[in-house]
């Protein structure tokens, strides 16, 4: 057993910072000196319903969300959102017009990833005799005509006039796309980088396991016009916490904490550009040497999810192996589209950063397809390697 932590370069549950899981482990014993512990106290006790208020306000504050929209901590995760703001975007679409057939009613999709698929597809499970369509597919923009690999251009969306909803994900965290300068997502990285525009949008969604805590949490941002459930917009702002979710939100409510302390999400989100880049130098001078391959083109690529494969025959093996040797973990792709996958998430450092681009550096070095041939055949005349320190001369 592992007598110090690994770097857990994993896209979710992502790593947290050690301080927040020591703080957590303390508060699952003592919560806030109540002498009992965050898994056994009340949700509606003084002290639980003032850190749950902390949490919210930390959210307000730092992602800078205007007084229209409201915070919610929801049990589930992201794809229970799925369902949930298809039901109630088409419930308020209802209210507001009652005299549209609800064959006449139509929800938008983009696809740009294996999130943003799956949304589409619950949504043509629920939506009953409404139109559930796509607005722009990015695979018929791909390399192949099949892959996620890219953004759609702008001229290849076609919204409907008067939708009830426009779905798009931010970030897929399984193929490594996201929008560059996204105008609001309606899923996204939690607390990576800030969200510009967020009053024109409805509803924001993230899961707790990308940033903030354990899986199984979800903040949403909702703007309170778009709750379709009358009685439980007008209850919202009073002390009702009518759920039980206690040692999630302590882990979600101490990274915020944390985060505050920090520098906030801006903070945050100029530590992040800054990791992308120098993972995605170390991976374009290993596509110069043949040894990488990314998978995303440029203008389309995640700060959070960093996806390539390792060319050669058992090459995403060995550099997987080589990493947890190195004490770096979480590195293989998502089942569904294989390869190597590096998330970014605010608790991986800049030190840690640096050490996983020093062995990509490394492991190009020793799999460079001409420094191989030049060890196997050194009595013909090669070219040598320059770049390569290990090198046959």
Not at 254 to 268: C, F, P, Q, T, Y
Request: with cysteine; charged share 20%; glycine share 10%.
């Amino acid at each position: 057993m592992p007598t110090h932590r690994v770097t857990n370069f994993g896209a979710g549950p992502s790593a947290l910072p050690a301080t927040v899981l020591e703080e957590a482990a303390r508060g699952l014993l003592n919560f806030n000196n109540t002498g009992i512990g965050i898994a056994e106290i009340s949700h509606r006790s003084k002290d639980f319903v003032a850190f749950i208020a902390e949490v919210q306000e930390h959210v307000r504050t730092q992602l800078e969300v205007p007084p229209t929209h409201e915070i919610l901590l929801t049990q589930g995760g992201g794809t229970t959102q799925f369902a949930a703001v298809v039901l109630n975007m088409l419930a308020r679409h209802r209210l507001l017009h009652p005299d549209v057939p609800e064959e006449d009613t139509t929800l938008d999709y983009v696809l740009t990833g294996s999130w943003s698929l799956k949304a589409y597809e619950e949504a043509q499970r629920l939506a009953g005799r409404a139109q559930v369509r796509v607005a722009a597919d990015a695979r018929a923009h791909s390399h192949d005509g099949k892959s996620f690999d890219t953004l759609p251009p702008h001229s290849s969306y076609a919204f409907s006039p008067a939708p009830a909803l426009i779905y798009y994900c931010d970030n897929e965290t399984v193929d490594g796309v996201q929008f560059p300068l996204a105008p609001a997502p309606l899923s996204f990285p939690a607390h990576s980088r800030p969200i510009p525009h967020l009053a024109e949008h409805a509803v924001v969604f993230a899961g707790a396991q990308k940033n903030l805590g354990p899986a199984g949490l979800t903040v949403l941002i909702v703007r309170r016009d778009c709750l379709a459930d009358v009685d439980a917009a007008a209850a919202l702002g009073g002390p009702r916490v009518p759920r039980t979710l206690a040692a999630r939100d302590l882990c979600a409510g101490l990274v915020l904490r944390r985060s505050g302390e920090r520098g906030g999400v801006r903070a945050d989100g100029e530590r992040n550009e800054k990791k992308m880049g120098l993972v995605y130098a170390a991976l374009a001078r290993g596509e110069e040497k043949g040894v990488f391959k990314a998978r995303v083109r440029e203008g389309a690529r995640s700060w959070m999810n960093v996806v390539f494969a390792v060319l050669g025959d058992g090459g995403e093996a060995r550099f997987v192996a080589g990493a947890e040797e190195r004490g770096m973990k979480g590195l293989k792709g998502h089942r569904s589209v294989g390869g190597i996958r590096v998330s970014l998430y605010n608790a991986v450092s800049e030190e840690e950063v640096g050490q996983l681009v020093a062995y990509m550096d490394e492991f190009v070095a020793r799999e460079c397809p001409l420094h191989k041939i030049q060890v196997t055949f050194i009595l013909y005349n090669v070219q040598k390697c320059s770049w390569c320190p290990t090198s046959a001369v």
